[in-house]
């Protein structure tokens, strides 16, 4: 407890307090940030406990978050001020170290005080993949996927390389992805990005084209999921599940450090397997991050080909939905996706009646365009709003695979 002549002499000790209270109470400051400030200020605490610390940094916070704050680093650095019992000093900069001086420079900002916090280097990025790399990814995911793989491991594994060299997202916007974010005749996805250092609830949604060989390795890994998932109580929603490797249950929703634990065990197993019968085989990149940072790279390249007017990129979302936009403007754009389901129905019952024949060219373009039609609309809403406009504009159930259902798609619909 401080005393009278604690607050007197310093002041500091007295005022970090509120400092801290007022930085917590700031709405921009996400939960997370939150816990970082609660655990500086610990750390702060600690050396205050120092009488050395205290007498030469806690006379006023311009002489705490100063010299107060590089003094601080440096101690944390040499591992003086460990709340556990580590014993070990890690090497090189850690994020902890990046961390804990943000949060001090952020206390220093909000005092109308200098920072004294070390400016720690950022790691260099570890290297990506050359074009010529990233064609050779897709002839090993092409390769892998014509063995259709009972493995449930590798079948999965081969559906998060697919995604990811088609559309570039993050690995906990993967574990984000549900059956629901999957068209109905799997030729797109959405991916809801949820990018660093981004606060607000509000994220864009981007339907990505998914290419013709990650939509096989789609149809291989629903039948598994299905058995994966069967018995399961609760959710049953999500596009990656568990397989019951380790502690993960069987058929419960595979979580951000699943995904990559099992990425870098199924990397590991295909690397061993090939060199054990003295071959080469699929390089691919050790780490989920890196192999996103490279088809990361191929897009923007495509990006600045764009603004250059050099040629119209083919590497882009289909569909972006902003919640941000305006409502009665993304209500207008529905109902015309909508609009445009119930004539292609039309249109197919039409062309079947007077064709007669299932294979005419008029019936197979009918086809095309209500599959493509249905898919529009499941972009802007949903399966379940997209599948009861098909019945109402009469489309039978048996039928549903003109409108480019898959049927282990709706069986996974059914289940979940």
Not at 67 to 83: F, H, M, Q, V
Not at 191 to 202: C, E, F, G, H, M
Request: aromatic share 4%; hydrophobic share 40%; glycine share 8%.
């Amino acid at each position: 407890m401080s005393t009278s002549t604690d607050e007197d002499r310093y002041p500091a000790v007295e005022e970090l307090p509120a400092l801290v209270q007022k930085v917590l109470d700031d709405p921009d400051t996400t939960n997370s940030v939150a816990d970082h400030v609660r655990w500086v200020h610990r750390t702060i605490c600690k050396a205050l406990e120092r009488e050395d610390y205290k007498e030469r940094y806690g006379t006023s916070l311009r002489e705490l978050l100063g010299p107060g704050a590089t003094a601080l680093c440096e101690l944390t650095d040499n591992g003086e001020l460990r709340l556990r019992g580590y014993k070990n000093n890690p090497k090189g900069v850690t994020t902890s170290q990046r961390r804990r001086s943000s949060i001090l420079r952020r206390l220093a900002r909000e005092a109308g005080v200098p920072s004294g916090a070390i400016s720690y280097p950022k790691p260099p990025r570890k290297p990506t993949m050359p074009a010529w790399a990233r064609s050779q990814l897709h002839n090993g995911l092409k390769a892998q996927v014509e063995k259709q793989p009972s493995d449930p491991g590798l079948a999965r594994m081969l559906v998060v390389v697919g995604l990811v060299l088609d559309a570039a997202p993050r690995t906990g916007e993967l574990c984000t992805c549900g059956i629901a974010d999957l068209a109905p005749d799997l030729s797109w996805v959405k991916i809801i990005r949820n990018p660093q250092a981004i606060t607000s609830d509000l994220h864009l949604t981007e339907v990505w084209p998914v290419s013709p060989i990650t939509q096989a390795a789609l149809e291989n890994w629903l039948p598994i999921r299905a058995q994966l998932i069967a018995g399961l109580q609760g959710s049953k929603n999500a596009l990656l599940v568990s397989h019951g490797h380790g502690a993960y249950r069987r058929g419960t929703p595979l979580g951000r450090k699943g995904l990559i634990e099992s990425y870098v065990a199924q990397v590991g197993e295909l690397k061993g397997a090939v060199t054990g019968v003295g071959g080469k085989g699929w390089e691919l990149p050790e780490g989920l991050e890196q192999l996103r940072l490279g088809v990361q790279e191929q897009r923007s390249a495509y990006t600045a080909e764009q603004a250059a007017g050099a040629k119209t990129p083919h590497w882009g979302p289909a569909v972006v939905l902003n919640p941000l936009l305006p409502e009665d403007v993304e209500k207008k754009k529905t109902a015309a996706a909508m609009a445009k389901v119930v004539q292609a129905v039309d249109a197919f019952h039409a062309a079947r009646a007077s064709a007669g024949d299932e294979t005419d060219p008029t019936v197979l373009r009918a086809r095309r365009t209500l599959r493509e039609a249905t898919r529009a609309a499941w972009a802007r809403t949903d399966h379940t709003a997209t599948l009861k406009l098909l019945h109402q504009a009469k489309l039978a159930n048996d039928d549903l695979a003109a409108a480019g259902y898959k049927e282990p798609l709706l069986d996974a619909l059914e289940r979940s």
